[in-house]
């Protein structure tokens, strides 16, 4: 069983920045994609970063430039740095790994809000 705890949402002003944090109970990262996905209220959940255990990372449109993933392997922690946030980054971030026959894990969910 893998935990994973996210942290770092928050209220922010339209342009600003936000780092959210992943840590995973365990060492995962060479086995596990760990990807971030967004709920917005009243809409489906969106994926918006895929990155597999080789290293590969594929952004959606909607945060391609404006957020980039990274990973600590010592502290088996992924990072996504978010930039020019706009009103529409409103939502409850989750991070997730996803290991095909070895599991699916979620974290338990950041709000992250951008308003002025």
């Known amino acids: 069983q893998v935990q994973l705890v996210e942290s770092g949402g928050g209220l922010v002003q339209p342009g600003g920045s936000l780092r959210l944090s992943c840590a995973a109970s365990a060492r995962i990262f060479s086995i596990y994609a760990m990807n971030w996905y967004r709920q917005a209220p009243g809409k489906q959940r969106e994926l918006i970063v895929i990155t597999t255990s080789g290293g590969t990372t594929n952004y959606a449109d909607s945060v391609k430039g404006r957020f980039t993933i990274s990973r600590d392997n010592a502290k088996n922690t992924v990072y996504l740095q978010m930039n020019s946030l706009k009103p529409e980054d409103t939502a409850v971030y989750y991070c997730?790994?996803?290991?095909?026959?070895?599991?699916?894990?979620w974290g338990q969910g950041t709000q992250v809000t951008v308003s002025s």
């Open positions: 997730n790994a996803h290991g095909g026959a070895l599991g699916n894990y």
